[in-house]
């Protein structure tokens, strides 16, 4: 005989999360109606969902499509400085007294980058002093450097708010060569490049007020970055040469508005 099946414990329901899946099957039936998706192809679909929750890479998907959109309706700050994604790198570095992000010389052929600025409130102006401006990145080959944290590292700013840290110019690099969401990039003829870019954090004490990128202007994949709507005109750094006219050297100039309401 059948076993009845058990009975659900008794919960009060999610009104919020009923009705985001109510419109999220009312916009994908639309979807489907309008592109006449068949079944074999729905099951196509679910196959393929299955294999990128078995890889661990669900999580991943739903940023590269969505999170940017969230990040924008949801922690957007007025005249602050646009927050961005923390990505999956992010480890707690060092502080760098004297603001080199480099464990020893630069590598040979590595074009220097000269980073500088203010940190003050987005909502008065006033300068945060004693900031932590808190930077992360790939190098000029594209890759991080987890085991050492090479330009990775913590900028104390002065009294003023002001900060400097001398790191790489960084690299665009391709993600997800060998899973799933790689996969789906090329059955649709996309590249899988993320635009180069520096990572930032900027605490007050133990207080994080900002997460965001800095992108580099003239970079090919401004335009194309994987992620979508995470470069924006306001995240580019005016790069230059030095000052100094060394070779490979550049210098470039970035302020940041954040808010200390959150604290």
Same mark, same amino acid.
């Given at each position: ?10 919960? /009060? ?16 039936? +639309? !979807?489907?109606?309008?592109? +006449?998706?068949?079944?074999? +192809? ?14 661990? %890479? ?5 940023? !590269? ?5 969230? !990040?924008?309706? @949801? ?21 760098? /007294?004297?603001?080199?992000? %480099?464990a020893g010389d630069p590598p040979p ?42 330009? %990775? ?6 009294? /003023? ?5 001398? @790191?790489?110019?960084p690299k665009d690099y391709s993600d ?6 790689? /996969? ?10 993320? #635009? #180069? ?58 302020? %940041? ?7």
């Amino acid at each position: 005989m059948n076993q009845m099946p058990a009975e659900l414990p008794d919960a /009060e329901p999610d009104e919020r999360l009923k009705a985001i899946f109510a419109r999220t099957v009312e916009k994908m039936k +639309e !979807v489907v109606r309008e592109f +006449e998706i068949t079944q074999d +192809e729905l099951h196509v679909a679910g196959d393929y969902f299955n294999r990128l929750g078995q890889s661990g %890479f669900c999580r991943s998907l739903i940023d !590269v499509a969505l999170a940017m959109t969230s !990040v924008d309706v @949801t922690a957007r700050v007025p005249g602050g400085t646009r927050p961005n994604l923390e990505g999956p790198f992010y480890r707690a570095a060092p502080l760098r /007294e004297d603001g080199d992000l %480099f464990a020893g010389d630069p590598p040979p052929g590595t074009p220097v980058l000269h980073l500088s600025g203010r940190v003050t409130d987005a909502a008065t102006g006033a300068p945060i002093p004693g900031a932590i401006v808190d930077l992360w990145q790939a190098d000029h080959d594209g890759h991080y450097d987890l085991d050492d944290l090479q330009l %990775f590292g913590r900028v104390r700013a002065d009294e /003023e708010g002001r900060y400097r840290a001398r @790191t790489a110019v960084p690299k665009d690099y391709s993600d997800h060569d060998h899973d799933p969401i790689g /996969e789906l990039f090329r059955a649709m003829g996309r590249h899988n490049r993320r #635009a #180069a870019h520096i990572h930032v954090k900027i605490w007050e004490g133990e207080h994080c007020l900002l997460t965001t990128q800095l992108f580099v202007p003239g970079n090919p994949y401004l335009d194309s970055d994987y992620v979508e709507g995470a470069v924006s005109d306001d995240l580019l750094i005016g790069m230059k040469p030095a000052d100094s006219g060394v070779a490979d050297e550049y210098e470039a100039v970035f302020d %940041f508005a954040v808010s200390r309401t959150s604290r």
